[in-house]
């Protein structure tokens, strides 16, 4: 349940959401400026004309040009999400280098697990998809098993669920609550 927010060599910023990896090699910043992700991460990245920065989430791969976005990727979910809040990122498939997306701020790309050749844009309000890196956990219209998903992420216990009906909707926003 915990999260953490780091700075890379190059000075980028990193939250991570819980129960998330974040790799890169020891040569990070020399040449270029990769990393790759398994779970939720917000990223501010440090401008640099010269050494691309760039997210790996499983065949997907986020190319940054300088901005501020959150890419959320853990194994469990069925899609991978890609919020920019500011600047300029590209969505690309790693297995074919086929463009999925060229985002603008407010926008969101979301990709199936199953088929990583397809993606949705849409806007969005990015202030409150990345509303996580506040402390904030915010359940918008969301069924029972992904809210339960969500609380057992941001709390690090396990849930149980019994004779409830599991296709109602919910709406909350925690903060410092405990649980």
């Known amino acids: 349940g915990q999260k953490a927010e780091v700075s890379l060599p190059d000075g980028t910023k990193v939250w991570l959401n819980s129960g998330s990896t ?4 020891t040569d990070y910043a020399k040449d270029c400026r990769s990393v790759k992700l398994n779970g939720q991460a917000f990223f501010d990245v440090v401008r640099d004309s ?16 300088g901005t501020a976005f959150d ?22 498939s ?11 701020p407010n926008q969101k790309a979301i990709i199936p697990l199953y088929d990583t050749d397809k993606c949705i ?6 202030q409150e998809e990345v509303i996580w890196r506040l402390g904030k956990l915010k359940i918008d219209g969301e069924e029972l098993t992904d809210l ?3 609380m ?15 296709t109602k909707r919910y709406w909350m926003t925690v903060k410092t609550e405990s649980f």
């Open 71 to 92: 890419v959320n990727g853990y194994g469990d979910h069925s899609e991978l999400e890609v919020v920019l809040l500011r600047g300029h990122v590209t969505v690309v």
């Open 148 to 150: 339960v998903r969500k």
């Open 94 to 104: 790693a297995l074919t280098d086929k463009l999925l997306a060229d985002m603008k």
């Open 50 to 65: 010269k050494r691309q920065f760039d997210v790996s989430v499983g065949d997907v791969k986020v190319l940054v040009h």
């Open 121 to 126: 844009l849409a806007n969005c309000n990015a």
């Open 22 to 25: 974040l790799t890169y090699s």
């Open 152 to 166: 057992e992420r941001w709390y690090g216990v396990k849930i149980a669920v019994n004779n409830i009906n599991t």
